[in-house]
């Protein structure tokens, strides 16, 4: 694992991940460069753990997409939970660095026409690190060093699965009638995805990688890599996302109801 200079921006190894993966670092799902400089007209994520913002996000994807009500949020937890992970996931894959995406720490707003929401992470977002990474010794306030890696994993799935994604499946739930393991098919495969995608990036197996990842957060049986037709993995889902439903149907690759 190359260790990584630190820098007045923890999470350039992240912004030049995504850069390589998309071209840009400036997404319509993420806030450009991750950070937030300016919070006025951003909310933190709260806002969602708590229910308060769920129908305005449930409303936001009726209009976006139509459907009935439970498949526009399935997809719009598919778009939400995707964007959420990515810096988690990258953090980790790319350079063992983990922002600590609490909710009370994540920023998000549906201002941006093209895309349903937007997340982006405040300046103070923790970030935690092992004892080799120069950001260990750097003295930022906001660097938690964790002792191993195992430590690190439990502290990715704290931050990302128990502390975040889950409150928000919860308080989707209570707004629609969708299940549990619907809605976490869509964090699996949105993680595979995004690790496979940012494979160049990574300093060792992009496979292993998703592995790891998955088991760490007990979704290993939502989702399976299979080769694909240029002989390169490929993600196979066992639940569906239900965009086929939707008024403009769409069928996603590695879909479990493809034929």
């Known amino acids: 694992m190359p ?10 190894p992240v912004t030049a991940a995504l850069r390589a993966m998309f071209g840009t670092d400036a997404l319509p799902g993420l806030a450009a460069g991750l950070i937030v400089p300016d919070e006025a007209g951003w909310a933190p994520a709260t806002t969602l753990t708590s229910g308060a913002q769920v129908p305005e996000l449930l409303d936001s ?6 459907g009935t009500p439970h498949a526009s949020a399935a ?11 990515l810096p988690v996931v990258l953090g980790w894959a790319v350079a063992r660095r983990v922002p600590l995406l609490d909710a009370d720490a994540a ?8 895309t349903l929401i937007t997340l982006g992470l405040r300046r103070s977002t923790p970030i935690a690190v092992l004892p080799n990474d120069p950001l260990a010794v750097a003295g930022l306030p906001q660097v938690r060093v964790l002792a191993d890696e195992q430590s690190l994993l439990t502290a990715l799935r704290g931050t990302l699965l128990d502390a975040h994604l889950s ?17 976490l098919g869509s964090v699996a495969s ?19 990688a998703v592995d790891t990842l998955l088991g760490a957060l007990d979704l290993a049986d939502l989702v399976e890599l299979v080769p694909g037709r240029n002989g390169e993995p490929t993600v196979q889902r066992r639940t569906c996302c239900l ?4 008024p ?3 069928v996603c690759q590695g879909c479990c109801i493809r034929s």
């Open 3 to 12: 260790v990584h200079a630190a820098s007045a921006a923890p999470l350039d």
């Open 61 to 66: 994807a009726v209009r976006l997409w139509g």
């Open 75 to 85: 997809v719009a937890w598919k778009a939400y939970s995707y964007w959420a992970a």
């Open 107 to 114: 920023l998000v707003h549906f201002a941006d026409p093209r």
């Open 167 to 183: 409150p928000v499946i919860t308080a989707i739930q209570g707004e629609v009638r969708i299940g549990t393991r619907t809605l």
């Open 190 to 208: 949105g993680i595979a995805h995004g690790v496979l995608r940012a494979a160049d990036s990574l300093p060792g197996s992009a496979v292993e």
């Open 243 to 246: 965009a086929f439903t939707l």
């Open 248 to 250: 403009t149907p769409k």
